[in-house]
């Protein structure tokens, strides 16, 4: 499958990846549902995205798409389809169980319209004033990256706090200060077994049973696809339980009720203009031939510098302080979707698949971690994202984006030791080489100009069909997670050790049990 795309990078190996960037900047914009994106300095030319191109053909990525968007079972391991992209149709899908998935909103919205109104809701009567949301993973990286990125919008005066973690730090800061009266606790877990999400939860009861006898259930929103173990654990109390289907994943959820609580602070039509980004993008992807398919493009890309170059990493930097939760959502989508070895047949897969992912906020960032990016031994292909706005301080914007052309200039182009010493003249030798940039780091540009919901929902969608698409050109299945599994299993079974009840059969395991349990 590989030697001939090896042997373009055996070809390119020489050449200077400014002298590609030159050529390849005669290249167009590729550009997808508002969003104009620059490969030129990518270690490409023409043979190699016509290599690339063939691959595409090879794995049948084009009837991948069809199958997505068929709703037929793309994840083998549950044999199911993956219907996350059912979520923001706006028109009524072929299927009962698109459709279903489509219309699984409706109670959700019409709730979170209540709540953002200031309709009565609670126990005592009073409009809910604060939401506290319970999640993990998928369940809470979405909805705080909705939270955070369309703060800026504005919405109501309903403050929203979020807590995940086992520590019980993380929920007693969630609840510090508030009135149980008037605050909402919102639930999400698919299972509805999750056991961080339970824990907080369990708790949360505890405190609203406190304060109102009851009625505490009426401050309860579960989000789940286990209602019935949900509405058990209410005690036969009146809630309000939400469905979060089967065929959405948790990290591919943001689209579905799980983001009830985004939906009640920034106001329903937000989340419809969230959803209608990515529904643009998603006819992008479904219709656009695979030269011009961003999502496409972009996971050939992946492909190109992981599996032929060799780079382990890469690199998002959103210039952006609204997207500045973007590469933690990230991390979750992509490597918990592709950080995987095995086909789904159980076969190895041969060389390397889905890259590490990790990033930040620019300019943030350069003041950090860049230092290693420039003049570090490794080279890590970086993502530069720039939303513009039109609101702020325009000194501030011009510098932001400033800042980020320059960071992808130097990364390619470098600085060498003549220019140095020519802009520099009193320079010591050993000053001198210091200051040298190797350059050669491949990079990729994306823009989105009047930044808003619609580019953010067009972003995150072309995100996940980027990484499916990935999956397809690796081998993996994109929609299981069993290496998460299996640390929730260990845990169960570690558990009882930290009480005294058996032993841990791992002997370093026992040994740190011995120092742990005795500490608690």
């Not at 219309?103 to 604060?130: N, Y």
Request: glycine content about 10%; aromatic content about 6%.
């Amino acid at each position: 499958m590989t030697p001939g795309l090896q042997s373009h990078a055996d070809r390119l190996a020489p050449v200077a990846l400014s002298d590609l960037a030159a050529q390849n900047a005669a290249e167009p914009f590729l550009e997808a549902a508002g969003w104009k994106v620059d490969l030129s300095r990518q270690r490409t030319d023409d043979g190699v995205r016509a290599a690339l191109l063939d691959l595409a053909e090879e794995k049948s990525l084009t009837a991948a798409l069809v199958a997505l968007f068929g709703a037929q079972h793309v994840n083998p391991s549950e044999d199911r389809p993956a219907l996350h992209w059912a979520l923001r149709a706006s028109s009524p899908l072929p299927g009962a169980e698109a459709e279903a998935v489509r219309t699984s909103l409706e109670a959700a919205d019409d709730f979170a319209a209540k709540v953002h109104a200031g309709a009565p809701l609670s126990s005592t009567g009073a409009a809910f004033t604060t939401i506290v949301h319970a999640g993990i993973g998928g369940s809470d990286f979405g909805p705080r990256l909705i939270a955070d990125s369309l703060a800026a919008l504005g919405g109501t005066e309903i403050e929203l706090r979020f807590c995940a973690n086992l520590d019980p730090y993380d929920l007693d800061s969630a609840l510090a200060g508030l009135d149980p009266a008037t605050t909402l606790v919102v639930g999400v877990s698919k299972s509805f077994g999750t056991e961080e999400t339970l824990y907080n939860l369990s708790r949360a009861r505890d405190w609203l049973k406190a304060a109102l006898g009851e009625g505490w259930t009426k401050h309860m929103a579960l989000v789940t696809a286990n209602p019935e173990r949900a509405e058990k654990w209410l005690e036969g109390g009146d809630a309000h339980v939400f469905d979060l289907p089967l065929s959405v994943g948790g990290r591919f959820s943001l689209w579905s009720a799980a983001s009830l609580s985004c939906a009640c602070v920034l106001g329903v039509e937000a989340l419809k203009a969230f959803r209608a980004g990515a529904e643009a993008m998603d006819e992008h992807v479904r219709t656009a031939p695979l030269a011009e398919n961003l999502a496409a493009q972009l996971a050939l890309t992946d492909f190109w510098n992981t599996s032929i170059l060799g780079h382990s990493q890469r690199v998002v930097l959103a210039y952006s302080r609204r997207l500045r939760m973007l590469p933690t959502y990230l991390q979750q989508l992509e490597m918990e979707s592709n950080g995987k070895s095995v086909t789904p047949e159980g076969v190895a897969i041969e060389g390397p698949t889905a890259p590490a992912l990790w990033g930040g906020e620019g300019s943030i960032g350069q003041h950090s971690y860049h230092q290693w990016l420039h003049q570090g031994t490794q080279i890590v292909p970086t993502e530069f994202i720039l939303p513009l706005t039109r609101d702020g301080d325009v000194e501030g914007r011009k510098a932001l984006a400033a800042h980020a052309l320059a960071q992808a200039e130097v990364l390619a182009n470098g600085r060498s030791l003549e220019t140095v010493k020519a802009e520099e003249p009193d320079l010591t030798e050993a000053v001198a080489a210091q200051k040298v940039h190797g350059g050669e780091r491949p990079s990729t540009f994306m823009v989105y100009e009047d930044f808003g919901a619609h580019a953010i929902g067009s972003l995150i969608a072309l995100y996940e069909h980027r990484t499916y698409l990935a999956g397809v050109l690796w081998g993996v299945n994109s929609f299981d997670q069993w290496g998460v599994e299996r640390g929730k299993t260990m845990a169960g079974r570690l558990k009882p050790v930290l009480s005294g009840e058996g032993a841990a059969e791992d002997a370093v395991t026992a040994k740190l049990a011995g120092l742990v349990s005795g500490a608690l």
